[in-house]
Antibody, heavy 120, light 108 residues
Framework: EVQLLESGGGLVHPGGSLRLSCAASGFIFSSFAMSWVRQAPGKGLEWVSTFTGGAGDTHYADSVKGRFTISRDTSKNTLYLQMNSLRAEDTAVYYC?????????????WGQGTLVTVSS | EIVLTQSPGTLSLSPGERATLSCRASQSVNSRYLGWYQQRPGQAPRLLLSGTSNRATGVPDRFSGSGSGTDFTLTISRLEPEDFAVYYCQQYGSSPYTFGQGTRLEIK
């Protein structure tokens, strides 16, 4: 059974940093692309970043490029999102999602999300 | 960037009725890379359909998808109480992997 468990959310001041983690199990972690998707309170879904399978290309939304870094540790089956220079508009529930292929595919499994609040 | 526009924003129907949700893309999307997701209140999104029309594991056959190019449709043949939720389309063939703004399906 595929399981994704996010952690690391919380309250942070504008300009601060936070690192989210997503512990994965139930599949061959290194063989699939993984993504982060966020949802601001009362709003829709916004794709944030993807780490592909294999060698691991990375992709970012323009809204986070240069501030966020996606990475993974295959020895720990864990996906990370390092978030720097946080802004109020980054406030959202952040979901980790498994992609159905090694590069591009549907987001076939999702975690329950972790809330990030950026506020002074 | 491919912009996805969903319509209507809100759809009010009764259980047992048929629902038709639309997703229009600002440029052509390869039908292999168009998906639909359901999100119930307080829950994470759930994949319903991938590749325009392929149901994910465990998705009932009352959910179906069609379309090509810039116009895609999610159809729910007979609404059950658990189907009232928000639905999102997504294209995942061209980064950024954009979502539509969602259609809220509510009980009339």
């Amino acid at each position: 059974e595929v399981q994704l468990l996010e952690s690391g959310g919380g309250l942070v001041h504008p300009g601060g940093s936070l690192r989210l983690s997503c512990a994965a199990s139930g599949f061959i972690f290194s063989s699939f692309a993984m993504s982060w998707v966020r949802q601001a309170p009362g709003k829709g879904l916004e794709w944030v970043s993807t780490f592909t399978g294999g060698a691991g290309d990375t992709h970012y939304a323009d809204s986070v490029k240069g501030r966020f870094t996606i990475s993974r540790d295959t020895s720990k089956n864990t996906l990370y999102l390092q978030m720097n220079s946080l802004r109020a508009e980054d406030t959202a529930v952040y979901y980790c999602a498994k992609i159905s292929a090694w590069y591009e595919g549907a987001f076939d499994y999702w975690g329950q999300g972790t809330l990030v609040t950026v506020s002074s | 960037e491919i912009v996805l526009t969903q319509s209507p924003g809100t759809l009010s129907l009764s259980p047992g009725e048929r629902a038709t949700l639309s997703c229009r893309a600002s440029q052509s999307v390869n039908s292999r890379y168009l998906g639909w997701y359901q999100q119930r209140p307080g829950q994470a999104p759930r994949l319903l359909l991938s590749g325009t029309s392929n149901r994910a594991t465990g998705v009932p056959d009352r959910f179906s998808g069609s379309g090509s190019g810039t116009d895609f449709t999610l159809t729910i043949s007979r609404l059950e109480p658990e189907d009232f939720a928000v639905y999102y389309c997504q294209q995942y063939g061209s980064s950024p992997y954009t979502f539509g703004q969602g259609t809220r399906l509510e009980i009339k």
